[in-house]
């Protein structure tokens, strides 16, 4: 483990202190925890985001209908300027 300091308010050291005192575990181990659910839930936000993006590829149809200019937008762009 990585040792490091941060700095906290007052009443989150009461609060954590209690809370420590609660469950029987260390306040180290209750931030740990803390900032994994945090990096969890920003992970599960990212992926559920990247998700709707993909399944809006090949949704909506272009001026001439095709519905891969998402994919193959290359191949549309070297075809417009030739």
């Known amino acids: ?5 941060i700095q906290i308010t007052e009443q989150q ?23 994994q659910q945090s990096l969890d839930r920003r992970d599960a936000s990212l992926r559920t985001r990247y998700q709707k993006a993909a399944e809006l590829v090949g949704a ?13 937008h290359d191949r549309y762009l070297d075809e417009a300027y030739r």
């Open 13 to 35: 050291a009461r609060d954590l202190k209690r809370q420590s005192r609660e469950q029987g575990v260390s306040i180290s181990e209750l931030v740990r925890q803390a900032l």
């Open 60 to 72: 909506f149809r272009d001026l001439q209908g095709a519905t891969d200019v998402a994919v193959d």
């Open 1 to 5: 483990m990585i040792r490091t300091q």
